[in-house]
């Protein structure tokens, strides 16, 4: 057994058992003293004639006796570093004002030489001087109106086999209790995201059939992003919800648990007495147990603070005084602050969106739901996305400035719409060239729109007109034609195919025999 120090009180404690007619080895299982103490001590008294009967000790009673056979005891203990201690009483107390024991046993050591045991200096400071550090006192606090109040917690439950992937997996528990009847609600899931903890919340409250006034939570980030006494900053997804339901969040203190005592046991009460030990064969059936669990098993428990059933205490009491659950499903969504990379696109829910090239550089607040993306910049909508599968991206090329985008909005369909507007006989020579091979001839087509912009949409038609009649509507020949001012002169229709001889005798043999001179209108 292991060793302690004795001080008067624990050998005036070991006799009075002894009186009692207990053996040395019930008094040491009930003390958690060594038998070789305790017979050192009844020794002494045997010597002097007392025996275990109820008038065999001394008539002044054994702290007297033990003060006046003990004098190292006269001062209340019997520790050989007491007196070292002794040494530095001051220098512990004021330690202790803004230090742990442990902080000033440690600087007492290094820096001025403190033999003594961590062990002796918490049982020195703890005997001797209690006021320097007062024992800390618990406040239980009353349960809270019916209805009013439910805490929540997330915890780790274990690993399960999955028979389908083959692997072991986490599995989390989702806990709620309702701080007045102590029935309580647990959801099996396999990660500790935003989107567990809404559905969590959403199945708690429609399998009590209510929503509690205020919901007591943990400082972690699905429910609070800023910890903080006054003005915490809550997860939007969360505010949403609680928007929704109509409760009141109301975050615990950062490292204090005791703010939710209630909800502290529920996880380990799970884990112990229905994950342990039980094999699942899927998702479904952990969650169907579950449910079955809090009904049957902890909803039927004689509670050991109320000493009533949870679930019998809930009809009772609380069940009435629920708020209704609204009439219209929340939709769930997962908030995010991605970055706005230089290429205009943000990363969410694995797949890449675009934004306005104005926020390039910003950190956004990103809306996902299973529908739509969502993107604010201080509560301002700024771009809205439908939702696209892992892996893929969706780019609105307006979003880029419109110098870069103007290649990628131009596309075969909109060049055609384009060359339309712009005449007949342009619109002639891009459905030519976008008809042979549109990716390849695309940037030609743009090009020869573009040089509407420099020569008039009605020189633009008239040189693609002379350009359709050769049979050559390229972008080049068409500048050419418009450069040399060839627009405005005579085209030349072809009315029979060239014949290869015809070059032999000349360019002028060639337009008499094969080229039809024709005028037409120009502008």
Request: aromatic letters at 10%; glycine letters at 8%; proline letters at 8%.
């Given at each position: 057994m292991a060793r302690r120090r004795i001080i008067v009180r624990d050998i005036s404690e070991i006799l009075g058992h002894w009186q009692a007619g207990r053996s040395i080895r019930a008094i040491a299982r009930s003390l958690?003293?060594?038998?070789?103490?305790?017979?050192?001590?009844?020794?002494?008294?045997?010597?002097?004639?007392?025996?275990?009967?109820?008038?065999?000790?001394?008539?002044?009673?054994?702290?007297?006796?033990?003060?006046?056979?003990?004098?190292?005891?006269?001062?209340?203990?019997?520790?050989?570093?007491?007196?070292?201690?002794?040494?530095?009483?001051?220098?512990?107390?004021?330690?202790?004002?803004?230090?742990?024991?442990?902080?000033?046993?440690?600087?007492?050591?290094d820096e001025k030489g403190l033999k003594a045991s961590l062990r002796s200096f918490r049982r020195y400071v703890e005997r001797l001087l209690p006021q320097a550090r007062p024992a800390p006192v618990t406040v239980r606090r009353d349960d809270p109106p019916p209805g009013e109040e439910a805490q929540v917690d997330f915890g780790y439950l274990g690993l399960w086999q999955d028979p389908v992937l083959g692997v072991r997996r986490k599995v989390y528990a989702f806990a709620m209790v309702l701080s007045c009847s102590r029935f309580g609600f647990a959801r099996a899931f396999f990660r500790m995201d935003q989107q567990a903890w809404q559905e969590g919340h959403i199945r708690a409250f429609e399998f009590w059939g209510g929503v509690p006034e205020r919901v007591i939570l943990d400082n972690l980030k699905a429910g609070v992003i800023k910890p903080d006494l006054y003005d915490p900053r809550f997860n939007r997804g969360y505010e949403e919800l609680a928007h929704h339901y109509g409760f009141l969040i109301d975050p615990a203190r950062a490292g204090k648990p005791r703010d939710k005592?209630?909800?502290?046991?529920?996880?380990?009460?799970?884990?112990?007495?229905?994950?342990?030990?039980?094999?699942?064969?899927?998702?479904?059936?952990?969650?169907?147990?579950?449910?079955?669990?809090?009904?049957?098993?902890?909803?039927?428990?004689?509670?050991?603070?109320?000493?009533?059933?949870?679930?019998?205490?809930?009809?009772?009491?609380?069940?009435?005084?629920?708020?209704?659950?609204?009439?219209?499903?929340?939709?769930?969504?997962?908030?995010?602050?991605?970055?706005?990379?230089?290429?205009?696109?943000?990363?969410?829910?694995?797949?890449?969106?675009?934004v306005p090239y104005q926020y390039r550089g910003q950190r956004l607040d990103v809306r996902l739901s299973e529908s739509?993306?969502?993107?604010?910049?201080?509560?301002?909508?700024?771009?809205?996305?439908?939702?696209?599968?892992?892996?893929?991206?969706?780019?609105?090329?307006?979003?880029?400035?419109?110098?870069?985008?103007?290649?990628?909005?131009?596309?075969?369909?909109?060049?055609?719409q384009r060359a339309a507007q712009l005449g007949p006989e342009v619109e002639k020579a891009v459905v030519t060239l976008l008809g042979e091979h549109q990716l390849h001839y695309l940037r030609q087509s743009q090009g020869i729109i573009h040089l509407a912009d420099k020569y008039g949409a009605g020189r633009l038609n008239a040189a693609c007109a002379r350009a359709n009649a050769y049979g050559l509507p390229a972008?080049?020949?068409?500048?050419?034609?418009?450069?040399?001012?060839?627009?405005?002169?005579?085209?030349?229709?072809?009315?029979?195919?060239?014949?290869?001889?015809?070059?032999?005798?000349?360019?002028?043999?060639?337009?008499?025999?094969?080229?039809?001179?024709?005028?037409?209108?120009?502008?």
């Open positions: 958690g003293t060594d038998r070789k103490t305790i017979k050192k001590y009844v020794k002494v008294a045997v010597e002097q004639g007392f025996q275990p009967a109820p008038d065999g000790g001394p008539p002044e009673g054994w702290g007297s006796w033990v003060a006046r056979n003990f004098p190292r005891s006269s001062r209340g203990e019997l520790m050989p570093t007491a007196a070292e201690l002794d040494c530095f009483r001051k220098d512990i107390v004021d330690g202790l004002k803004g230090a742990c024991a442990a902080t000033v046993w440690q600087r007492l050591r005592a209630r909800i502290e046991r529920l996880v380990p009460y799970v884990r112990n007495s229905f994950w342990k030990g039980r094999d699942f064969g899927s998702p479904e059936e952990i969650n169907h147990g579950l449910q079955e669990w809090c009904l049957k098993v902890a909803g039927q428990r004689i509670h050991g603070t109320t000493r009533r059933r949870p679930s019998e205490e809930f009809e009772a009491v609380e069940r009435g005084v629920l708020k209704p659950l609204p009439p219209e499903p929340f939709e769930m969504a997962a908030w995010h602050q991605p970055l706005v990379a230089y290429d205009c696109h943000i990363q969410v829910g694995s797949a890449v969106y675009s739509r993306v969502e993107c604010y910049l201080d509560h301002e909508l700024v771009k809205t996305h439908p939702r696209v599968s892992k892996g893929r991206r969706h780019t609105d090329w307006s979003d880029y400035p419109p110098e870069k985008a103007a290649f990628f909005e131009r596309t075969p369909k909109w060049c055609q972008y080049q020949t068409i500048k050419n034609i418009l450069e040399k001012g060839l627009d405005r002169q005579l085209t030349m229709t072809i009315t029979t195919p060239p014949i290869a001889g015809a070059f032999l005798r000349g360019p002028e043999e060639l337009f008499n025999a094969v080229y039809k001179k024709q005028e037409i209108d120009l502008p």
